[in-house]
């Protein structure tokens, strides 16, 4: 690979990666609402669906969404509904006590910490259901690649630009979900923050769910 393109892609990453985005919000909402481990799990799950995009593309699975545009349409519904679903999901724990019942008057109810490993999943698939990233391989990544007789094959090419960009990527999300959990883990103690915090990570995910629904290529 051409080791000028390789420079000019760290650095376009880069940028990338430290520009707000939905990704970073969804971070965030997670991290304010469940403490540093839960922004840190966050920004994994994202990156492991950048894992499941580099990996497509090399096989040439984002030829496919080339060639059939509709299906991106699937995807980018199924992510909106999906949103959706977390948006809901932590309405209603910003509602519950422990034991589930509705949000009494007094301070004493906390509402439960999503399970790590549920937000990991989480994460994995709003990345993955994300047709922006789809969109993003298929534009962004062919910029780098070096065309010659000498060139490494391109499967392996957009395998290592991939993995670059998640090398990039996640310690910029992971600084980002410990700082807003740091935060976060200092006020979670209060039982009324934690369910305001829980209805403005709901707000979060509905948002991002009507601007992918909305958001037309």
Do not use: C
Request: cysteine-free.
């Amino acid at each position: 690979m051409d080791l000028s393109l390789i420079a000019a892609f760290v650095a376009a990453a880069f940028l990338l990666s430290v520009a707000p985005g939905p990704d970073m919000l969804f971070i965030v909402a997670n991290a304010t609402s469940g403490g540093r481990r839960a922004g840190v799990v966050a920004a994994l799950g994202m990156s492991t669906g950048l894992a499941v995009h580099t990996l497509a593309a090399a096989l040439g699975l984002s030829a496919l969404f080339r060639a059939a545009p509709e299906a991106l349409e699937v995807v980018r519904l199924a992510g909106a509904v999906f949103l959706i679903y977390l948006a809901v999901t932590s309405w209603r724990a910003g509602r519950r006590t422990p034991g589930g019942e509705q949000d009494p008057a007094d301070a004493t109810a906390t509402a439960p910490r999503r399970p790590l490993r549920k937000l990991y999943l989480m994460a994995t698939l709003t990345n993955v259901a994300n047709p922006k990233v789809i969109l993003f391989y298929l534009a962004f990544l062919p910029q780098f690649l070096t065309v010659g007789d000498a060139a490494w094959p391109v499967w392996l090419q957009l395998l290592t630009l991939g993995g670059l960009f998640i090398m990039i990527g996640l310690p910029v999300d992971a600084t980002v979900g410990l700082a807003a959990g740091s935060l976060a883990d200092k006020l979670l103690s209060r039982p009324s923050f934690r369910r305001r915090l829980e209805r403005a990570s709901a707000v979060v995910f509905g948002g991002l769910a009507v601007r992918l629904a909305l958001d037309s290529r």
